[in-house]
């Protein structure tokens, strides 16, 4: 695991001594945990189904975008490498 990156870097000087100080973050992504949604009562993992908030009709994952509301249910889309 490459060691992280400082936020801040300095010194803290006393009288005739100096030491150099470096601030990093307390966590890295690695060290994150990340939850399932469990059905309570059975233990089985959950699942999503999008559905169109118009036509209540199922959609396929890869038909799922994001979108900026520039306005009353319109919306900009937004690509990957627009970001």
Request: net charge positive; with cysteine; glycine share 6%.
């Given at each position: 695991?490459?060691?992280?990156?400082?936020?801040?870097?300095?010194?803290?000087?006393?009288?005739?001594?100096?030491?150099?100080?470096?601030?990093?973050?307390?966590s890295?992504?690695v060290?994150?945990?990340?939850?399932?949604?469990?059905?309570?009562?059975?233990?089985?993992?959950?699942?999503?189904?999008?559905?169109?908030?118009?036509?209540?009709?199922?959609?396929?994952a890869?038909?799922?975008?994001?979108?900026?509301?520039?306005?009353?249910?319109?919306?900009?889309?937004?690509?990957?490498?627009?970001?």
């Amino acid at each position: 695991m490459p060691a992280s990156r400082p936020y801040w870097k300095g010194y803290l000087k006393l009288s005739f001594v100096s030491c150099p100080i470096a601030l990093y973050p307390a966590s890295s992504a690695v060290e994150r945990i990340s939850f399932r949604q469990v059905n309570r009562r059975t233990g089985h993992r959950l699942k999503q189904k999008l559905i169109d908030s118009v036509t209540g009709q199922a959609i396929d994952a890869a038909d799922k975008a994001r979108g900026y509301e520039v306005g009353e249910k319109e919306f900009i889309l937004v690509e990957d490498r627009d970001l």
